[in-house]
DNA sequence: AAATTTTAGTTTAGTATCTATACTAGTTTG
DNA sequence: CAAACTAGTATAGATACTAAACTAAAATTT
């Protein structure tokens, strides 16, 4: 376990993996504080995502988008009841199942939607200006492998 | 907002803006369940970061703990606690400062911060496995410009 | 040297996010 | 039609944090 005594390539590995930790516990930190989306103001990190999971679509299932986020459909329930009394959400009758809940976003969830797009591809067109159109191509097979390996994680 | 009348960069900036959130969300997605870490037992995720972050050093303030996570020193505080009655890190008294406590990993410790390490590593392997050389550098690069751009968030 | 301020760490109450479990009420199936 | 399944809700508890109030020791002022 003598770092001098370590081959080049464990070296690498050693200091890569350390790097790519870095990166997540950078964006974890990150994850941990409320944001301010236009005009739809303040709001936490999973509420945030739940709008982006909701998207612009004219209704989705409670369960659908437990799935589309990976959490429990009682998870769901909470937040959407959170958004929906923040009036970002609303929630309409299935026509044909009365079980079932249809979501879509207010107006007001539209414009915290499109802010916070807006703010992700902001960050992506700032990492991809400072890279040659190679190396985004690179980069985003790496997206990739790195996607599916945390996968079979 | 029509889709279909974007420019192809714009586009890209949309696709590659997406990949980018959904790494982070299956990230993120492990980051909620513990995992068992060699003769360790199971720990939580910010268990084992707290192991990995006291790392094999002979002893480290609780203070300069919480910088290097960058959490208060109360969440220290109550993580030190939990690892302590796990008999996975141990305090000893300051030698000069007795305000002061040195924390540090137990050998229950470092065979989970081993073992965290070598998860890590395999990982990080099994990713550049799949990347030549020049693959691997690029997104080294990629890596450094990304955690510099979350750090300005 | 006494008084003040700073620093190291703990404690507590509260928030955010999630899970697991138990539940209600419709829907489908045998 | 009864049994099994499905959609969603409610609730209790775990985890991981923060902020604020606190204790006690150390450093600085006056």
Do not use: W
């Not at 990150?30 to 739940?50: D, M, N, Q, Y």
């Not at 769901?76 to 009036?87: A, Y």
């Not at 997206?143 to 945390?150: D, G, S, V």
């Amino acid at each position: 376990m003598n770092r001098k005594n370590m081959e080049p390539s464990n070296r690498n590995i050693e200091m890569g993996s350390r790097h790519l930790g870095r990166l997540f516990m950078q964006f974890k930190q990150l994850e941990r504080h409320p944001r301010v989306f236009g005009e739809a103001g303040p709001l936490t990190p999973s509420e945030i995502h739940t709008i982006d999971a909701i998207s612009c679509e004219s209704g989705i299932l409670m369960s659908e988008l437990a799935a589309r986020l990976s959490v429990t459909k009682g998870a769901v329930s909470q937040i959407v009841k959170k958004l929906e009394s923040k009036q970002l959400v609303q929630r309409t009758p299935h026509p044909e199942d009365s079980r079932a809940v249809m979501i879509s976003l207010t107006e007001k969830g539209i414009i915290a939607f499109q802010a916070h797009r807006e703010l992700h591809q902001n960050f992506y067109k700032e990492l991809s200006d400072q890279l040659n159109q190679d190396e985004i191509q690179i980069f985003e097979k790496c997206i990739q492998k790195l996607t599916e390996l945390l996968k079979k994680e």
